[in-house]
């Protein structure tokens, strides 16, 4: 037996084991990462809400349709390495115009695109959805460069009214504590914010909904969103607005229906006696 022909037949059993070896430092990888909860959501933050989960798990399934079209074509790629590398200097069989293989080249990325499609349209009609008589409202205006939060209620006539101001002032980022404006929410219930702007563009963001919404000039945008966890999240201007656009940093405050209802109550005093909140 020539060293030639041995050599040809000790490749393929390296091939294997090169493959099995591949495929247990991934799946060790993969055990390695799913004990970590952070690394499960893929860089981003806890949500803190209904509608915050539904899109941490679109982004967690557009990443699982990622790897998988990854793994498949790397598959391809090493499986063409280790076995259909050149072994003579003659032309190997030439394929054209396969229909079969073209047909599958086209409809399985139609079907990839069509899937994704269906699961974003889905999630952001949820996302975007509002009800007709939320709860809490709550007018957020930006401003170079700060924020303010007006909470409307209703009166007997149906008229709508604020019964609680809070305005901020620009906050030094590099300061270890800061004045910052809060926004005060309740449990449980739905909160609708109006967007409005005074200047340029803004952005309302609080990266624990997983969310973020343009304020622009002249245009009202608003949305509604659930905080189910309690606590104190930050919140910052997501658009360069200019240059103090770091400084527009806000805090969201959930807390239980009964201390939101103290807040409402103790704001209202405040307003009644000639106060600012």
């Known amino acids: ?17 090169a493959i099995k070896s591949a495929g247990a430092l991934g799946l060790l990888a993969l055990s390695a990462t799913a004990c970590s909860g952070q690394a499960s959501r893929l860089g981003m933050p806890e949500p803190i809400g209904p509608q ?5 798990k679109l982004w967690q399934g557009s990443w699982i349709a990622a790897f998988a079209v990854g793994a498949v074509v790397w ?27 073209e047909i599958l080249y086209t409809a399985v990325p139609f079907v990839i695109i069509a899937v994704l499609f269906y699961f974003t349209a889905r ?12 709860p809490v409202v ?8 700060s924020w303010q939060f007006d909470y409307k209620e209703k009166d007997a006539t149906g008229k709508e009214q604020t019964v609680a101001s809070v305005v901020g002032q620009p906050v030094n980022p590099n ?21 409005h702007s005074n200047d340029v563009i803004h952005s309302f963001w609080v990266p624990a909904l997983l969310y973020k919404k343009d304020v622009m000039p002249g245009y009202d945008n608003e949305f509604e ?6 606590g104190t999240y930050e919140g910052r201007c997501a658009e360069l ?3 103090d656009h770091s400084r527009m940093l806000f805090q969201l405050k959930v807390v239980t229906p009964a201390q939101y209802q103290k807040f409402i109550a103790d704001s209202k005093a405040a307003l009644a006696a000639g106060g600012a909140k």
């Open 225 to 230: 969103f659930e905080a189910t966890k309690l």
């Open 138 to 145: 709550v007018d957020v205006t930006a401003f170079q460069w």
């Open 241 to 243: 607005c200019g240059v």
């Open 75 to 101: 598959g391809l790629i090493i499986w063409a390495v280790l076995f259909h590398r050149k072994r003579s200097d003659d032309l190997p069989p030439q394929v054209r115009y396969n229909m079969p293989i």
């Open 52 to 56: 915050a989960e539904r899109m941490l």
């Open 123 to 134: 999630d952001e009609n949820y996302v975007e959805k509002t009800t007709k008589n939320p």
């Open 1 to 17: 037996m020539s060293p030639t022909r041995s050599g040809e037949r000790r490749t393929p059993v390296r091939s294997r084991r």
């Open 175 to 195: 300061a270890t504590s800061g004045a910052k404006p809060v926004m005060t929410i309740p449990a449980g219930e739905h909160v609708r914010v109006r967007l």
